[in-house]
């Protein structure tokens, strides 16, 4: 990734977050971590923002995911189902599940995700 397409925010301490963006209105932070300690974790953390209005497209993966809603609400398509997610929830995705994500409120909807499993 080229460097105009990536943010660095380098914060006290052995964790480096970059921001990437995933669709329009819509930004990963992958949380980097020394080698010694990222060697060892069986799971990758990272947030996500997603603006007023933008959406997370439909995608899916061979991981387990993990979302903790820490701010904002937004509408969820998760395989065949469709909920309203809001600060506070937890969802789980199981591997291979199309999900796609919108942000229904206004201000910006944020997301922790922990996920682990087959690496896409």
Known sequence: ?????????????????????????????????????GRAMP????????????ELPRHSHPQTEIWVVAAGRGRLERGPEVFDIAEGDVVVFEPEVEHRLR??????????????GAVA
Do not use: I
Not at 9 to 27: C, E, I, S, T
Not at 43 to 54: I, Q
Not at 103 to 116: A, E, F, M, P
């Open 43 to 54: 799971c990758t953390l990272n947030t996500a923002v997603v603006a007023a209005g933008a």
């Open 1 to 37: 990734m080229s460097a105009p397409e990536r943010t660095a925010r380098q914060g006290a301490g052995p964790v480096r977050k970059f921001g990437r963006p995933l669709a329009p209105g819509v930004v990963l932070h992958d949380l980097l971590l020394p080698p010694a300690v």
């Open 103 to 116: 942000n229904t409120g206004g201000t910006d909807l944020r997301l922790v995700s922990v996920y682990w």
